[in-house]
């Protein structure tokens, strides 16, 4: 299994709704990714999971918050959100360990379309 | 890391190569290149990455010049399939949390 799933594909909430976005793999990859991106932008950085540890959060509010509950699953938990939240939420998973491991190689998934009203 | 500077967009004709550069002057020793293409509606594709020596895969070529300040990625026979925004990305490679940091990338549209 090559791939990183994401689901649901397509979400549309409430500002007052709570609703979390779930991302798979079975791969072994022990590293995993929230990106955010809005039309036409690169995708940004939210957070980083390490060995199912939050290692890097890039200053995101906390109306998003991320869980690891196992070494194959990553999840988003949506609060709150504003419009300006909506956005595609690219999930993604690498391997840990160096250039050799193959560090930074990241596998995406196919995003989750968010549209806040 | 090291800043990379891409062209913001650029046509290829479909069947002949596609050459993308990537300039990125204030790369460090110890950090490689790393190339990633999005297509319209997808995730990030990881394509091919190199430190120094050029590299090649089935997808593409990566040259990377002598004094590593610039690159380019080639795509020897471009398809209306390769449509898409490629992203140049300078990174160490480390134990860490690895983050890769996305700039604008080149708009490749080929034509038939």
């Known amino acids: 299994d090559t791939e990183v799933t994401q689901t649901p594909k397509h979400l549309v909430m409430g500002m007052t709704n709570k609703k979390s976005l779930k991302c798979e793999q079975h791969m072994g990859h022990r590293a995993m990714y929230w990106y955010k991106q809005k039309a036409k932008k690169p995708p940004e950085l939210m957070f980083v999971y390490s060995y199912e540890k939050l290692s890097i959060n890039e200053s995101v509010p906390s109306r998003f918050s991320p869980e690891c509950p196992n070494s194959s699953l990553l999840n988003l938990h949506l609060h709150a959100l504003q419009p300006e939240d909506s956005a595609l939420y690219l999930c993604a998973s690498s391997q840990v360990g160096g250039y050799l491991l193959g560090a930074n190689v990241l596998t995406f998934g196919a995003g989750s379309r968010l549209t806040v009203l | 890391d090291a800043k990379t500077t891409q062209p913001t967009s650029m046509d290829c004709a479909e069947g002949r190569a596609a050459n993308l550069p990537c300039n990125h002057s204030?790369?460090?020793?110890?950090?490689?290149v790393y190339w990633y293409r999005q297509i319209h509606s997808q995730g990030p594709q990881y394509i091919i990455h190199g430190l120094k020596n050029n590299e090649t895969n089935e997808m593409a070529s990566l040259i990377i010049t002598e004094d590593r300040k610039s690159s380019t990625l080639i795509l020897p026979h471009a398809t209306l399939r390769d449509t898409a925004v490629y992203y140049c990305i300078v990174r160490v490679a480390n134990n860490a949390g690895n983050m890769l940091t996305f700039g604008g990338g080149t708009r490749l549209m080929v034509k038939p």
């Open positions: 204030t790369i460090s020793g110890n950090e490689y």
